[in-house]
């Protein structure tokens, strides 16, 4: 374990009164705050270990400015799911989980704890539907559904004060309907200043639903933090809790996952848990490791590099193989620069040959001699020039590469004009094949 | 800290006048040697001085600000009018927008802001929110004396209230120029002109929750853009004064 992690991981415990200060060799403090930042826990130690933790003064300022940033983002959001939790609550059964539900449980503060959303799992579909229309009514409003997925499309705010994401399952694929009935039954409630009783999950619930979910994405979440809350609630269990736990990762069949979870987590936390048997190695080790092993700029080539190959791993896992696979990088290596060749020539190709193209969902101003376009999913901004635009005008429907340049060049565009201007549109990602634009049709005038 | 609270935001109305749609209570805690924030009875964090109140509290009710005013788009910029109209100056942390705003509203313009401007989506109009400039350590010299306060993310800070100089809340006022500021002592001092496509570029990425999902601001932002703008490299706030009286004033 290099001595970034290993000092960091005695930082953590040592927050939680589970131990001293960190023995650990004197970290490089750059590399540390690198891992920090990508792990988001700076105003977490802050909180606990500023005035105990000896540490150096730019290490200090920066924890500080990340607890100061946190205090207030988290704290209006801590605010707003209060609110929303209030008018949701009396109407619909609903439990509060993952990180919401921790920052009532286990943390002081709401700068503690960063806090992107609000999970809510709706025990019946009536309760989805009314919540939903409470969250309509106070100005939410879906953003991109993820189909098939145990949760409708995060409901955003119009002003971005919280996303609140309703799951009607607690993972993908789902867990039977007899362990969510338990689940929900298992509840329990926690006061909050404002008088409201909130319900969450149980210990016991809490630990298996943060374990199933902790090596989900190994690559992009805040990974040691969530290995750490996991060792964290397990700190505290006494035989009986882990009896019920283990007796609940039984019977939702996804005992292996959590297992995994809980089996990584000690490897860097020193938690006392039960005997119980390790899965074997796979490709979610494998990538977890080197996740928590690249403490470096994530914007060096090197790791940006790593992240990217450790990402389309998962995306490019031969078919029928898991994540849990032992790993296998030749053939996710094959497969990989197999579909690489496939994605480039569809790019380059497809506006030479028959491929159906069309523009993506966007809002078009006249602009002076040219347009601006912007997206609405992300909020880019793009000016374009006169041959540009006619490439957006003309692939306002699905069009073949082929008659799109026919309709070009009619207009009195150059051939090499013509086919700059569609690659350009493909490069930006405004024109794409039509498969990937279904269902998205033109932004409704403004 | 209260005296602080009271400069900070000295040129509001200390009572509601009007409908009051939604009341955020803060309240600061002294507890374990420490400072406690709550919103609404929920803690949103401790500092271990009375210093680093006054900077959280500043930050949080414009963050609350720019959540809750549905009507306008918040835009991070400062501000300064005269007659011919308003001298927007949007820009990111560091680039000199209060140390700007303070001395020009120091030497006769009118004072909008130095942090958070409000634009009309339909008219896009500016609005001002005149809290008191917030000076960072390295523009100390240029001001009075005053009570220092210190920001975890900005370092020392002193408050100045614009007093007389703040313009009216009610007030809506065309952009007359946009400046973006670049602070830079390194770099030799110019303006660059900027075309309505740059300048419409640079707005959007300074707009508080951006674009994103929220398109009805998109045409108020293109006829902002095309506000005659400049980028402004210097290194002393009185090159852009001199560059505002001759371009502006003239």
């Known amino acids: 374990m290099k001595r970034e992690i290993e000092h960091l991981c005695e930082c953590l415990w040592w927050a939680i009164g589970q131990r001293g200060p960190a023995t650990a060799a004197e970290p490089d403090w750059s590399r540390w705050l690198a891992l920090v930042d990508e792990h988001k826990l700076g105003a977490f130690l802050y909180s606990r270990l500023r005035g105990r933790a000896e540490w150096p003064e730019q290490v200090r300022s920066a924890l500080a400015a990340q607890h100061v940033t946190s205090g207030f983002l988290n704290g209006l959001r801590l605010r707003e799911q209060a609110r929303i939790l209030a008018r949701i609550l009396p109407a619909a059964r609903c439990v509060v989980l993952k990180g919401a539900a921790l920052a009532l449980t286990r943390y002081a503060e709401a700068a503690e704890r960063d806090m992107v959303d609000l999970d809510l799992f709706c025990a019946r579909r009536e309760d989805v539907d009314t919540a939903l229309d409470i969250l309509r009514a106070n100005q939410y409003a879906p953003t991109r559904a993820i189909p098939g997925h145990h949760h409708l499309p995060p409901m955003l705010h119009r002003s971005g004060r919280l996303s609140v994401e309703l799951h009607t399952n607690l993972t993908t694929p789902g867990l039977p309907s007899a362990f969510l009935e338990q689940f929900f039954a298992d509840r329990v409630h926690v006061s909050t200043p404002g008088g409201i009783a909130v319900p969450v999950a149980d210990r016991a619930h809490l630990l298996f639903h943060h374990g199933l979910h902790t090596l989900k994405d190994p690559i992009e979440s805040p990974l040691l933090r969530n290995l750490f809350e996991i060792a964290w609630m397990a700190s505290d269990f006494g035989p009986d809790e882990w009896t019920r736990f283990t007796r609940i990762a039984e019977s939702s069949g996804r005992s292996e996952v959590v297992r995994r979870a809980l089996a990584l987590a000690r490897d860097y936390f020193p938690v006392d848990l039960p005997p119980f048997k390790r899965p074997r190695y796979s490709s979610i080790e494998f990538w977890a490791r080197r996740r928590l092993g690249w403490i470096e700029d994530a914007m060096r080539p090197a790791t940006r590099r790593l992240r990217h190959i450790g990402v389309k791993h998962f995306d490019r896992m031969p078919s029928g193989r898991w994540r849990t696979d032992a790993l296998d990088m030749a053939r996710v290596a094959a497969v990989s620069v197999k579909n690489g060749i496939a994605h480039h020539a569809r790019a380059r190709l497809a506006p030479l040959r028959g491929a159906l193209l069309h523009r993506v969902e966007a809002h078009e101003l006249a602009f002076g001699e040219h347009a601006a376009l912007l997206r609405p999913e992300s909020g880019q901004v793009f000016v374009l020039r006169g041959d540009a635009i006619a490439v957006w005008r003309a692939a306002a429907a699905p069009v073949s590469g082929a008659e799109l340049y026919r309709r070009l060049l009619a207009q009195g565009l150059p051939p090499r004009a013509a086919r700059r201007a569609v690659r350009s549109l493909l490069a930006l990602e405004l024109i794409a094949p039509a498969s990937n634009t279904a269902g998205a049709h033109g932004a409704p005038d403004l | ?250």
């Open chain 2, 1 to 250: 800290m209260i005296a602080a609270y009271e400069r900070l935001f000295a040129a509001f109305p200390s009572s509601a006048n009007g409908e009051e749609t939604e009341r955020l209570e803060i309240r600061v805690i002294a507890q374990d040697a420490r400072w406690a924030v709550e919103l609404d009875g929920l803690r949103a964090a401790a500092f271990e001085t009375a210093a680093h109140i006054p900077p959280f509290l500043e930050t949080l009710v414009c963050q609350f600000l720019i959540q809750h005013r549905a009507d306008r788009i918040p835009i991070h910029a400062a501000g300064v009018a005269s007659a011919a109209g308003v001298v927007l100056m949007p820009g990111e942390k560091g680039s000199g927008k209060s140390t700007l705003s303070l001395w020009l509203a120091q030497r006769g313009y009118a004072y909008f802001g130095d942090e958070l401007l409000w634009i009309d989506p339909t008219s896009a109009l500016l609005e001002p929110y005149p809290k008191a400039a917030a000076i960072k350590a390295g523009s100390f010299a240029l001001f009075d004396e005053a009570e220092i306060f210190v920001s975890p993310t900005r370092g020392p800070l002193r408050y100045f209230a614009p007093g007389e100089r703040a313009a009216p809340l009610d007030t809506a006022r065309p952009a007359a120029r946009i400046v973006f500021p670049h602070f830079n002592r390194e770099e030799p001092a110019g303006v660059y002109p900027l075309c309505p496509e740059e300048t419409l570029l640079y707005l959007s990425q300074m707009l508080f929750g951006g674009l994103a999902r929220r398109p009805e601001r998109f045409p108020a932002l293109a006829r902002l853009a095309q506000t005659p703008a400049v980028l402004a490299v210097y290194r002393d706030a009185r090159e852009i004064e001199e560059w505002l009286r001759a371009e502006v004033l003239s």
